[in-house]
């Protein structure tokens, strides 16, 4: 069940009493959209009417009447009932200003959605008594709701594992960080996997560890010293038939 969502505005009206200072008071007239369902369908429009921060008088288009909340309130809502226009022209905000707003928003911004970009990096390395901390950060998504979870070898992981709250940017994007403390194991797979709105499936995004110095080195020293070895044995072949060459022109100038 999704949650209920709102579409509201706000009039409000400040009065203040100056004694040396100013103490404010708000009169204030609050119209809200209340709705769940995606085709509109459980609609209700309030026009609420509050003092301060108390609620005293509130048209609710399911009861189809206002209701009073304090004695002040009681008097107003059983003037405004006795008025057939005002009351009919409350009952059609649902249609006239409920809906057409709610569909601008859920064209515009509720049913968008925006891919994050994922990143896993290496926050500490490990060795044989300290575990490696790894870090899944998901950026610029939208809208907010989204999980990221770990898996070792396709199974989800439940310890060790610790995430920030979904952080707003402040330009409607947000952003989310997960870490995993883990001892690396031979041929163990680990990956962070993201669920959200903007994929079809949940995306798997594999760690692939950097490899340690002596294997970036070895292959390139291995090549380095073959290479070597190759040209000596050309150098030394070379040299090997130009000396037969020689020694066959001298001896038949001999005879």
Known sequence: MSLPKLWSLHHILLLSVFTGAANGYYNYRWPQCIYSSSDFSDMVFLDSYYFNKYLYVQFNSTVGRFVGFT????????????????????????????????????????DKAVAPVVKLSLVKQGDSRHPSLLMCSAYDFYPEKIKVSWLRDGAVVTSDVTSTEKMANGDWYHQIHTELEYTPKAGEKISCMVEHA???????????????????????????????????????AAGFIYYKSTSTDEILVLH
């Open 71 to 110: 004695e002040f309130g009681v008097k107003f809502a059983e003037i405004w009932n006795k008025d057939p226009a005002i009351i009919q022209q409350l009952k059609a905000e649902v249609d006239t200003f409920c809906k057409p707003n709610a569909e601008l928003y859920k064209t515009a911004i509720h």
């Open 198 to 236: 903007s994929f079809k499936k949940p995306m798997i995004y594999d760690w692939n560890p950097p490899l340690p110095e002596f294997e970036w080195n070895g292959p390139l020293l291995f090549t380095a010293g073959a290479a070597g070895l190759m040209l000596g044995i050309i150098t030394a």
